[in-house]
Every structure is written in C-alpha cells, then in structure tokens.
C-alpha cells in the first residue's frame, strides 16, 4: 500500500545513510547499501539491488550511519517494493527468532515466507483486485435458488453475506471464477469500487449446544485475549475440538482481531474452510498451501497483508502469513510431523507459532488427540495449560473397541489374515463402511529373484524400489527414479521373481477378489494424485457411494465418516523396531487416530491389528485408548535415554556426489565441533560421532550426519553459534550441509 508517509519521505541527510539488506542466501550477514529514499520505516519492505553480476530481492532489516565498507563503495538499491505491504514488525521479529532458533539466515527465513512471484527480481505488476457487492436481484433470488446452482449459491450467499473481493471469495470457494462470471452474467452481483470494510456482525450459526467440557475449554481461552496463554487441548476424537475453535475463533473476530488455523494437510483446510463459510458467515477467510498457483499464492497473499482477511487457514508455511492483528492462533493435530518443515529451511511451525502468539499476546491453542510428548512435557513443566475433553461429543457414539490378530497364529495372504476377511465379509452384510490402513504405497515394497536372491535396488539411492503393478513400474520413493519391471533377473536371469511384502495395491486387489460386489477406493499418493481427488474419495465415502477404503495415513486424518465401523491395521510393527527413537510415537497417534474414524455415530466401531507382538505394553495402551498411559511410558523411557524432551538435539546433516570429500568433511565438522566445545564455559554438550543416516545415498548424494544434545537449550544454542562459525569457514565446495535443531527424522 502506498501510503502519504512512504510516497513523500523527505530525502534522509546524515543518520541513517546505510541501509542493511538480507538476502536468501544461507549464512550470510546482510549486505550494506546506500539508503536513497527509504529510511527506518522501511524495516521489512522488499527490494532488489545488485549483488556482483546479479540483481537479487532481499528484505530490509536495518540502518546505519556509517559502513565499515566506506560510503563511497555503496551501490543503490535498484529497486524499492512499494506495491505491497512491507512485512510488519511483529513478522520481522517472528523470522528473527526463527533465525537465531534455527540458525538460518534472517533473509533466507523471510524471503521465504513470500510468494515465489514477489521475492523475484523481476518487476511485479499486481492484478487489481476486483470487488463486487450484491445486485439488486440478489436477496431475492437466494430465498429460491435452482436447485442446480450449488456453488453459484453458496458464492451469492458469501457475497450478500459481506464477502466483496474476489481473492477471498476464490478462496473459499474452489470454483469460485466460473461461479463469478455467472452471477456478473446475470447481474446478481456488480462490480464496485473497493468500499471501506462493511461492518460485519460475526456469529456463530447453528451451534450445537456445548457440552460441559467444551464449554469451559471455549471459557478459559476466551478469558484471556489479550495475554499470550498456550493451551493444549487433549481431546479424543471425535470429542468436538472442532467446535472449541470454532468458538474462539468467533470470539477473536468480534474483538476485531484475526485468527490463524494451521493444519496439517492441504486436503483437510477445503473441508474446514466449507464449514467455517456456513457457520461464521461475514467472516472474510484466505487459505494458504503449497498446492496454490503463483497467482494463487501472491493474490492470497496481499489479500492477507492488505488485511483483507478475519481467518487464514493453512498448512505449516501459514504461520508467517503477514497477519498485522492476530488475536488466536489454533494448530490442530498438534502432534502432526508434517508441522515440520523437512527441506530446506528447517523449522517446525508449530513451534513458531507459539513463539508468534508469545510475541503478539495472543492466547494459542494446540489440539490433538494424540498430543507430542513434547507438549505433554510442557503442560507437565506448567508452561501449557491443559484442557482436556474425555468424552465423544455425540452422545451416541462411543469409542471402538480394540482387537489384535495375532500374525504368530494366523497367517495372512496379500496383507489380510482370515479373521479379518471374515470381518470385512461380515461389515459389507452389515452395509456399512469399512477402513484398511497399511502404511506403504504400490504394489510390493520389493522384488526377489527366488533363484539367487537378487532385489531390485535403485541405482541411485541405498534403498530397494518399489513394485507399481497398476503402472507396470519399479519406483523410488526416495528420489522418484523409476524404471520398467524386468521380465527377467537382471543378476542370473531367472524368470522367476516374486513380488514380497505388500502395499495398498496390493491389499486393494486381493479386496476386489475378495469381495467382488464390493465399492472400493484406493487412498494413497498415487491414487490421489490430482487436484480434488481426495476430495472427491471422501465426499463419496461421507455419502456412502464406498464400502471400502484402503489407503495410506492420508485416511487417518480429521475425516468424520458416520457408517464406518470396521477399521483394519495391516501391518504396523516395523515401527515398533525403527531406528528413529519417534517411531513408536508415531505409530502410536496414527493407529489412534485411524482407529478414531471407526464408530463416529450411533453404531459402534471396532479396530482389528494385525500384529506378531500384540503384548507390547504400547498395544496394550492403545486398546485401553490410554494414549497418556501410553506417553507415561513413553516420556519415562526418554528421560532415561536422555532425548527430547528431556534433552535438546541438532543435527548436521552433509551430503556431496564424493563420498570422499563428504567424509573428510565431516571430521573436519567433528574437530570443529569438538573444538567450539572447549572454548565455552564447562557446557554439557554431547558430540556424536559422525554416521551415514538410515538412507545412506539419495538421489546420487552420500549423506552424512553429525548429532549434537544437551540437557540445556541455552547451553546448546551458545554451543551452535561457535561451531557453526567454524563450520562456515571449512572448505566444503562440494558438500551441502544445513544444520536441523529439533529434528524429527534422526
Ligand atoms: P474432533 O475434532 O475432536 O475429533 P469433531 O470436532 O469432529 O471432533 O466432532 C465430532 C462430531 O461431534 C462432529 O460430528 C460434531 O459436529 C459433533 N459435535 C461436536 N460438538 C457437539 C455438541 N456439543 N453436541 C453435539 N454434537 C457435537
Ligand atoms: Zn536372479
Ligand atoms: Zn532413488
């Protein structure tokens, strides 16, 4: 926005001659440039200025009188970004933390938080923004509509409702551009010129009443807007969490701030965005996820920054939406790994978030079922307070019960053990819904020659490939190479190769032999590949059109499905026996959470898994629906191995083409390490050796990986800032290294 203040600034004199640009690029100190027309206000605004041979966008992060550098060596800036919004204080803090928390880059943290589009160098020229108002048949048509207009409805409705610029009403409508051009069409809305905001009395429609539980969690987090309060809210699905936020979501808004929801899948914000339209209706809602178009990303995002937006409801990237009066912040499904960024960048935005609602003095809300340990350790230490919601929110329904078939007894063909045919066989009878959750796409997670043992490896990864029958394909889920199926062993060319271990094709196909009369949908990655198909699955699984659902975690999510009943774990042990010291408590949430979309309304529902260890006292927490007895355990045998949460952990991880240079690397890292130890005040910090991680080679990279604890966060970060200092100054030209604190994946 330009603004008086920012069109006519008086040229700047003595003070404040330098201004100090970030740009994306990892590790470096903000560069100096002469400050021209800009001057402090301009914290935060993008612009583009010459680096060597290049022009780059960076972000402006401060002024100086003087530079070290002399001011006759400064260039000017090319380019200052008026046409936007510069970032806000209260965002700039927010990638300062995240900087200094995950020792990033400040400019490589809010370069990103930006659209592709608009931390280009090239010049932007922003679409305008079309606002429309209701014509004058509007109201009138709305109270009959055709009964073949849905979605022109539901736009007309937002529209008279107060929704007036098309970005939001594209947002939260999905095919919002076609339904537009029809109501312009018929002049049952008109273009306008940007009005001032109507006011908009936001109300919570067609509320359920709250049961007592979830009436004083909606109490406690109303009474304290306007001071930072973390809460988590344990509560078991189907426990109307959903309704809580919806509450102080409501509440936020009448206080004429704004929320932020964030969420762990894209396929699951359409459904919350849908419900939200209907039950807060005025309110102006923007979703943001990766799935977005350029476009997409930069009109949402300036509808955002404009603050043309009450609600943004989006995935982990979300939480630096440029939000200037946030007033809740909500991240459901708390637990959920997908909260941390994995390339890249390093960051979970979860905890980001918190230090966001910190900073703004917002009350925050994580909710889940199956809460972190990490957060259970915080309502522990008293730095969360917690609500808890212990009872299904429909009266009716009640928690499934849990059954193992034991493997050492029954032997299962293509992934299914007899008894639990017999109990798909008898759900179908039933007519109602069934739900097979196994963890692996394709078809078979490996092929074997029989002959001499051969198995189909990819050629540029340590992992094996795997078999994709329906696309005739071997693939890497790792790098995505694939290659055709060999009709014979490559190694002693045998023609007998047998596919071993099974995957949701697999499972899908015995199920379509088995139960030939059977609708059956496949969900995985694959299978959901294009935009909507989810959506599409799951909206014909809530209508009944499908009997059986088999498919990856994707189904374990969120999803409210009133005739299932019958909910089958295939094979879940391998986790019980990873390496990665959080498996367990993944397995753990998931088959808690698949097994939650099993008996949601009035019939009861069972969960059966398949398992050889079905005493594993994590087995047994899950079938008492005990997940605190479960993190009990759990959190206790972390405190004796000293890991988070009871220690803090980061990681270097290095990967280069030559596993030679990665190896002299990474002792160089190690003495680094071991030096930046002894220059610190007697520091409890922990240096591991360097290792090769689980997947030893991606995509044509040696990995390596160097781990680094401490019992104290402080103590770790002072330890980071001195080694990674040395580590800067290696010679390293072939090795990609990055530093991830707080991994999750070790
Ligand atoms: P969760 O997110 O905790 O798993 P949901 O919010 O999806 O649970 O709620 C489960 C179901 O209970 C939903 O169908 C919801 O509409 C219903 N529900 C929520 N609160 C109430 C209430 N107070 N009275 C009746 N039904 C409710
Ligand atoms: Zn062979
Ligand atoms: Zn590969």
Not at 351 to 380: K, M, Q, W, Y
Not at 425 to 453: D, H, K, S, V
Not at 733 to 744: A, G, H, N, Y
Request: proline letters at 6%.
């Amino acid at each position: 926005v330009v603004t008086p203040e920012t069109a006519s600034r008086p040229s700047i004199c003595a003070a404040n001659r330098v201004v100090k640009v970030a740009f994306d690029l990892p590790r470096l100190p903000p560069f100096d440039y002469l400050a021209g027309d800009t001057g402090p206000d301009d914290v935060g605004r993008i612009v583009v200025a010459p680096l060597g041979r290049h022009q780059l966008a960076g972000v402006i992060v401060g002024y100086a009188d003087t530079s070290e550098w002399g001011l006759d060596k400064l260039k000017p800036l090319t380019r200052v970004q008026r046409e936007w919004p510069a970032f806000a204080p209260a965002e700039m803090a927010a990638f300062r933390f995240c900087a200094d928390y995950y020792h990033h880059a400040i400019g490589a943290v809010a370069l990103n938080a930006l659209p592709p589009k608009l931390r280009s160098a090239k010049a932007f020229v922003r679409a305008r923004v079309r606002h429309v108002a209701p014509g004058a048949t509007a109201r009138a048509w709305l109270t009959a509509p055709p009964p073949r207009a849905r979605a022109l409805t539901a736009v007309l409705q937002s529209v008279v409702d107060g929704i007036r610029d098309d970005t939001t009403l594209k947002s939260m409508h999905p095919r919002a551009v076609a339904s537009i051009n029809a109501l312009l069409d018929r002049g049952l809305i008109v273009v306008t010129e940007a009005a001032p905001p109507m006011t908009r009395t936001i109300a919570l429609h067609a509320s359920p009443a709250l049961n007592a539980a979830q009436q004083s969690a909606v109490d406690a987090i109303n009474a304290t807007a306007g001071r930072f309060v973390p809460f988590l809210i344990d509560g078991i699905t189907g426990s109307g969490k959903t309704e809580v936020y919806l509450h102080a979501i409501a509440h936020a808004i009448r206080h004429g701030g704004q929320a932020l929801v964030l969420m762990p899948e894209i396929n699951l914000t359409p459904q919350f965005l849908r419900h939200l339209a209907v039950r807060l209706p005025g309110a102006r809602m923007v979703s943001l996820h990766s799935a977005l178009s350029a476009g997409e990303r930069v009109e949402r995002h300036l509808a955002v920054a404009e603050g043309r937006a009450d609600i943004v409801i989006g995935t982990r990237l979300a939480v630096f939406a440029p939000l200037p009066d946030i007033k809740l912040i909500v991240v459901d499904e708390e637990h959920d790994s997908s909260f941390k960024q994995q390339e890249g960048l390093r960051y979970s935005a979860r905890d980001v978030a918190v230090f966001r609602a910190r900073h703004a003095a917002c009350p925050i809300v994580l909710g889940s079922a199956t809460p972190s340990l990490e957060s259970i350790a915080n309502v522990e230490r008293a730095r969360f307070t917690e609500l808890r919601l212990t009872q299904r929110a429909n009266n009716a329904a009640r928690l499934p019960t849990v059954e193992f078939i034991d493997l050492n007894l029954e032997r299962a063909s293509d992934g299914l053990s007899q008894p639990l045919r017999s109990q798909i066989g008898a759900t179908l009878e039933r007519r109602e819904q069934a739900l097979l959750f196994i963890n692996r796409r394709g078809f078979a997670p490996t092929l074997l020659c029989t002959q001499c043992g051969h198995m189909n490896a990819c050629t540029r990864c340590s992992a094996r490939l795997t078999f994709h029958r329906r696309d005739k394909r071997l693939k890497c889920h790792h790098c995505g190479h694939e290659e055709s199926v060999p009709q014979t062993c490559p190694e002693c060319g045998s023609i007998v190769i047998v596919a071993v271990g099974e995957g949701t094709e697999r499972v899908e196909a015995a199920l379509e032999r088995a139960f030939p009369q059977a609708r059956i949908a496949r969900v995985d990655r694959d299978a959901v590949r294009n935009k909507g198909a989810m959506e599409r699955v799951l909206g014909a699984a809530a209508k009944g059109e499908i009997d059986i659902l088999v498919g990856t975690q994707m189904l374990a999510k969120g999803h409210d499905f009133p005739n299932l009943t019958l909910v089958g774990v295939i094979n879940a042990d391998g986790a019980m026996f990873s390496a990665n010291f959080r498996a367990t408590e993944r397995l753990v949430a998931t088959l808690i959470q698949v097994g939650g979309r099993a008996g949601r309304a009035e019939r009861a529902g069972r969960v059966l898994i398949q398992t050889a260890f079905a005493d594993h006292p994590f087995y047994r927490a899950i079938a008492r629906h005990d997940y605190r007895g479960f993190a009990e355990l759990a959190l206790s045998e972390r405190r004796e191995s000293h890991l988070p949460p009871f220690a803090h952990l980061a990681l270097l991880r290095a990967e280069c083409d030559s596993s030679d240079a990665l190896h002299r690397f990474m002792q160089a890292v190690s003495h680094a390490a071991h030096d930046a130890r002894h220059t610190l005040p007697d520091q409890a910090i922990d240096i591991w050796d360097a290792v090769a991680p689980t997947l030893a080679r991606k995509a044509g990279f040696e990995r390596a990986q160097l781990m680094v604890q401490s019992p104290s966060r402080v103590a770790l970060h002072a330890f980071l800032e001195a080694w990674l200092a040395k580590v800067d100054q290696l010679p390293a030209r072939k090795v990609k290294w990055i530093v991830d604190v707080d991994p999750v994946d070790v």
